[in-house]
């Protein structure tokens, strides 16, 4: 602590200027001002020890107030607080999206197109409206497909379609079917789609997600097309595998995602197990049914 400075010890000189004599005052020069720090007699080593605890002091306090401070921020921010790098932006594109970003140029031979619009297509017909597209529409023993089935690492959302039970098993139950979905596949508003990259990613799921594992494929048919005048990519194929109580032991599939020029693409998925083989000209009939809306 500073000490208070010690008033100066001196009086009024004597001799020829003591009280009683008026000729006049002499100039008093006051005492040079005491250092705050300084105590009378006091050495400068002293001196310099006092102001070193003096400074070291209010250092430490300072100190010891930073690191209260940082402490509370470190807490409060889970211990990240000097990670040194800073979050990466969530990326919320679609995952089809991310997987397949739309190509930056346009290439000089695109994918095929028709020369002319499909002709209008007759008899009954199943409308998908989110997926922009219809296509031929069977009697039994199909059904009106009347449930959401989000199948796959994708999550592609069938909401439209028909579909049979073509058996029971101790897994559930085994259909035929003929769904339709739209997916998004773009960033934004964008309507550029990488068609083949998206159509492969999609088949690619089905084969993973759809079937029992481990399985094998023969692949029949793994190309860009035209479906009802818009551009397609197209995959068909016969899975084979094994399941615990289960009669089929393959099944004939295809895969069509179809540029319907919006951000999303529409999925057509088709499928019918050996089992119920009779069945599969039923592939044909849809994909060339298939029409835009």
Request: aromatic fraction near 6%; glycine fraction near 8%.
């Amino acid at each position: 602590m500073m000490s208070e400075p010690t008033p100066p010890a001196w009086s009024r000189p004597g001799g020829p200027w003591a009280s009683g004599t008026v000729t006049g005052v002499p100039p008093i020069e006051p005492p040079a001002p005491e250092t705050p720090l300084e105590q009378p007699g006091e050495d400068a080593p002293r001196r310099r020890r006092r102001q070193m605890l003096l400074f070291g002091g209010i250092a430490g306090a300072i100190v010891a107030v930073g690191l209260t401070i940082i402490l509370i921020v470190a807490l409060s921010s889970g211990g990240d607080a000097f990670s040194g790098k800073a979050s990466a932006p969530t990326d919320v594109r679609p995952p089809l999206a991310q997987m397949c970003p739309a190509p930056t140029t346009i290439p000089e031979d695109p994918s095929p197109a028709p020369a002319q619009p499909a002709p209008p297509a007759a008899g009954e017909r199943t409308a998908d409206e989110e997926a922009g597209i219809s296509y031929e529409k069977f009697g039994a023993p199909w059904e009106t497909w009347t449930t959401v089935w989000r199948a796959g690492t994708l999550e592609v959302p069938y909401k439209v379609g028909q579909h049979f039970v073509t058996e029971q098993y101790s897994g559930g139950t085994y259909h035929a079917s003929i769904l339709s979905a739209a997916v998004p596949a773009a960033e934004n508003d964008a309507v550029t789609l990488n068609l083949e990259c998206v159509g492969r990613q999609v088949a690619a799921d089905v084969r993973a997600e759809y079937y029992p594992q481990p399985n094998t494929i023969e692949q029949l048919r793994d190309e860009l097309t035209t479906l009802g005048g818009r551009p397609a990519y197209l995959s068909e194929f016969r899975l084979h595998f094994q399941s615990p109580g289960l009669r089929a032991t393959a099944e004939r599939s295809a895969v069509a995602v179809i540029d319907v020029g919006k951000p999303t693409a529409a999925v057509l998925y088709i499928s019918i197990p050996n089992t119920h083989a009779q069945f599969e000209p039923v592939i044909a009939q849809v994909l060339a049914s298939v029409r835009p809306l």
